[in-house]
């Protein structure tokens, strides 16, 4: 009898296994990031935390891995807008009801990475990445499961949430390229705010 | 015999059909939206563009949709950073060789939207959504294909990109959470940069 015997068992991710969800992370984030593996359990833990509701639209508080975790796991992504990034440069995520603004907060709690030597290195970045031991990491991961993390509620400010207004489309009328009105009279490229240069077919031109 | 009929024949979307390509939009995005399904097709026509070179990163100049066509159809995410979403409020995406920034730019050429009045009517935000006819666009966007695009030889300014360094990781005497030490004696969301106000169980706290 052939059996798939779990690598990692009795710990879940939002109703996969952790096997599952490890293969998840290699798929979406193209490599099994200690990052993103941690942000899969704060995920969980926030899930099991939710205030009352129906639809939960989600904060990223770093641009680092946990964002990957929250698009992997619920149905915020960057490009429906359900998912924000914030760069705090805190590990820690946000779910809150879309409406009210009432959240849970998940954050790793310092003190309590004092018992996980490889987490408090990861985490601090105490010891450079080529010395860090990505086996002895995996395993504190696993081991310390959600025990890092506290939850906090939140209240969460929709207003500044929102994206600026494309309601009102325009022509720049120097890259010839729609805009939103709203950034003036050319395109905030035009203004200098793109990070390239570039050359059109019918000639060249800064960005 | 059982035969899948395609209901898009003849369009590929980066090796899948196109009929694969709305699948995977609506598992990843939560719905068939329209600027998914075009950013697919950018995404397409940026790598039968490539300049030379092995490893590729990506801009998005819009938050809305086509990061989404890029994380579905590319290995760059945001939580891999290989994905930078540079909101310049156009709907153009670049594909670079992450070591030298040479790259490709696509983007919608507004002249050519005349040909197409479902689709000048999205991009230009003509008639309010409730109005729209979702049909008759989808049916625009698999007939225009990639026509309504141009594309660009770009040259990226890497250092404009670099995120801010985290490589030394403080604990914030307020939070007491970790931070990138470089932003000053306190976190930015203990300076009131937070979207949010919190409660921690041991007491309250503005955040």
Known sequence: MHTNKAVHPGVTVCGHTYDQYLD?????????????????????????????????????ETRSCLPDAIQILTPCTIGNGWLKVI?????????????????????VNS????????????????????????QALMAE????????????KVQVDLTCLKSRSRRDVAICPLCGEGYPSCDGEICLSCRGKAPFSYFRESGSKKG
């Open 111 to 134: 003190r309590k990475l004092d018992d996980w030597p490889e987490l408090k290195a990861f985490f601090f970045k105490l010891v450079p990445k080529k010395e860090q031991d990505p």
């Open 87 to 107: 760069d705090l440069g805190r590990f820690a995520l946000t779910l809150f009801e879309k409406h009210s603004g009432n959240g849970v907060r998940v954050y």
């Open 141 to 152: 991961i696993y081991l310390a499961n959600t025990s890092i993390f506290d939850t906090m």
């Open 24 to 60: 998840m992370v290699n798929a979406f984030h193209k490599h099994i990031a200690p990052g993103v593996v941690i942000g899969g359990l704060m995920v969980d833990l926030a899930y099991r935390n939710l205030p009352q509701g129906e639809f939960f639209d989600s904060i990223s």
